[in-house]
């Protein structure tokens, strides 16, 4: 064991690994460097602690208003809720909130990330600095990431408030929080790109706000007309055939059109703390193409899953879809950035058959060789002139 750790510890790392690992630390300098410079920036001054505290009464607000509703609620004897509901209550209402503050200020706080350095005519000037165009990107991005990050363990206190009540478990925060540092690396990096593709920056915010809401409430239509077609069209066959309709032949729009909707995968997380089979869990099973649980519950014959859906069956996609897209836009906006740095095709030369030695030339060969060889074995080579050869 000792001589192969000496051989081990004696190996030394190749050229290539060493350019490599190299230049991952100069990549890693450039977006400390950004990085540091953004973050402060936007933590001098008042704005910062005002919007801070802006945001933290708005989810204590909201929070003792859910909570008063619900335990009214309870009191009046409406319905039979208990400490376990309100707390469950008041998670959802906090994590809607919460996704909603997400969805807006992260592709906002990045809208202007590069379009302003272009309106200030300041963008020259950070692409002649030796940092790359990544380095330049990702600095500018995890310094508006890390703000929105900022305010999510802000809110933290407030959704902590769910344990005096009960039905939710900190590993349940923890999914929460999970999908809402993706979609804030998802929508800032959205944010980034239309910053670099666009000129203005009140242009860029504009289209950001649009594209998120559209994001959020667009899918959610075009999935529920997908679903109400579906069902429309199994009706029918349902009618013609004078059979009854059969939940498990139905198949739903995919469910690839939620994923990078965050409310889609929060509805995932709120159904891993219900006891019962809310409508939280018939939106999953709906999503995961299992409605044929939902016909087994109704009808008495839940096919062996219970009351129960599978848990962390569809939040984990809408993640990995949501960091996938956020990656494609950040290198897509690396490239938009610096036209001198974008990525080239390799320029594939042609290189010819290097002039034999004086040696290795038969004795009757020597002044038969062309002078046009002689210099096409040169990088500048060009093209001889006909004229020049007939002289």
Not at 37 to 46: A, D, P, S
Not at 200 to 226: D, F, M
């Amino acid at each position: 064991m000792t001589a192969l750790a000496g051989r081990l510890a004696g190996l030394k790392a190749g050229p290539r690994l060493q350019g490599l690992m190299a230049r991952l630390r100069w990549i890693g300098t450039g977006i400390a460097a950004v990085g540091i410079k953004e973050l402060r920036g936007r933590m001098r001054g008042r704005r910062a602690f005002i919007i801070i505290t802006i945001h933290l009464l708005l989810l204590a607000g909201f929070a003792v208003l859910v909570q008063e509703l619900q335990v009214r609620t309870m009191m009046n004897g409406f319905s039979s809720t208990s400490t376990a509901d309100i707390g469950r209550g008041l998670f959802i209402g906090l994590l809607i909130l919460l996704t909603l503050i997400v969805m807006i200020l992260a592709p906002g706080s990045t809208a202007a990330a590069i379009s302003l350095e272009r309106e200030k005519q300041t963008l020259d000037m950070l692409v002649t600095t030796p940092v790359s165009s990544i380095a330049l990107v990702l600095g500018k991005l995890l310094a508006s990431v890390g703000w929105i990050v900022l305010l999510l363990l802000a809110s933290l206190p407030v959704m902590a408030l769910v344990f005096t009540f009960g039905g939710v478990a900190p590993d349940d925060i923890f999914r929460a929080y999970i999908v809402l540092a993706a979609a804030a690396f998802a929508y800032g990096s959205m944010g980034l790109f239309l910053s670099a593709l666009l000129k203005r920056t009140q242009a860029s915010t504009i289209i950001n706000l649009v594209l998120a809401l559209g994001i959020a409430g667009g899918t959610v239509v075009l999935y529920g007309v997908g679903t109400a077609m579906t069902f429309a069209d199994a009706q029918t066959r349902a009618n013609e055939t004078n059979t009854g309709l059969n939940w498990a032949d139905i198949h739903l729009p995919p469910s690839a059109m939620l994923w990078l909707n965050p409310f889609a995968s929060q509805a995932d997380v709120v159904c891993g703390t219900d006891t019962t089979f809310s409508p939280a869990c018939v939106v999953v099973l709906a999503i995961t193409d299992r409605l044929d649980v939902v016909q087994g519950i109704s009808t008495g014959v839940s096919n062996g899953d219970g009351f129960g859906v599978p848990r962390d069956s569809y939040w984990p996609r809408g993640v990995a879809a949501m960091l996938a897209m956020g990656l494609i836009l950040v290198l897509i906006s690396s490239q938009l950035l610096s036209p001198t740095r974008r990525w080239r095709r390799p320029h594939i030369t042609l290189r010819l058959p290097r002039r034999r030695s004086a040696s290795a030339v038969p004795a009757g060969e020597t002044a038969a060789v062309p002078a046009a060889s002689m210099a096409a074995d040169r990088p500048d080579a060009t093209a001889a002139d006909p004229g020049e050869n007939s002289a």
